[in-house]
C-alpha cells in the first residue's frame, strides 16, 4: 500500500472513530435539554445540600421542580411548531398582522406559564424550608452563582 493510501484510511478511520464517539456521547447524554436539565438538579441538590433539609422537604422540593420541568419540556415540544408558524407568517404575502399579533399573544402565553411553574417551584421551595434553612441556600447561591447577573 502507498504511504498517501495509509495516510487517508488513517484520516478516515479517525473521523469514523470521532463521529462515533459523538453519536454515543450525544445518545447517553440526552441531548442539549437533557444536559441543562441534569445541571439544574444538579445545582439544586448542591444548594440544598447545604442547608440539611429532611427527606420530606427534600421530597417536596424535588416534586415541585419535577412539575416546572414538565411545563418547560412541554413549551419546548412546541418549539418547532412556532417555528414552522412564525416562517409561514413571515413568508405571507401580505403579512397579516392579526395572525401575527396572535401567534405573539399566544407565545407570550407559553412564556407566562413557564415563569408561573418556576415561580410556583420557588414559592413552594420557600415554604417547605425554614428561614435558617432558606438563609444557607441562599449564602451557597450568593457564592457560587455570584457570575450569574449577581452584580
Not at 8 to 36: D, K, N, P, S
Not at 37 to 53: C, E, G, H, M, N
Amino acid at each position: 500500500m502507498k504511504r498517501r493510501t495509509k495516510i487517508g484510511l488513517l484520516v478516515t478511520l479517525g473521523v469514523v472513530i470521532l463521529a462515533g464517539a459523538t453519536g454515543l456521547a450525544a445518545a447517553h447524554w440526552g441531548g442539549r435539554e437533557a444536559v441543562m436539565k441534569r445541571f439544574v438538579t444538579s445545582a439544586i441538590d448542591d444548594a440544598l445540600a447545604t442547608a440539611a433539609p429532611t427527606p420530606e422537604q427534600r421530597a417536596a422540593i424535588n416534586a415541585a421542580r419535577d412539575r416546572a420541568f414538565a411545563i418547560v419540556e412541554e413549551a419546548r415540544k412546541n418549539r418547532h411548531g412556532r417555528m414552522e408558524e412564525a416562517l409561514a407568517l413571515f413568508e405571507a404575502e401580505p403579512a397579516d398582522p392579526a395572525r401575527i399579533q396572535a401567534f405573539r399573544e399566544r407565545a407570550e402565553a407559553d412564556h407566562q406559564r413557564v415563569r408561573e411553574a418556576i415561580s410556583q417551584a420557588i414559592m413552594e421551595a420557600h415554604d417547605v424550608l425554614t428561614p435558617p434553612q432558606r438563609k444557607a441556600v441562599a449564602d451557597y447561591v450568593r457564592a457560587n452563582f455570584r457570575h450569574h447577573a449577581m452584580r
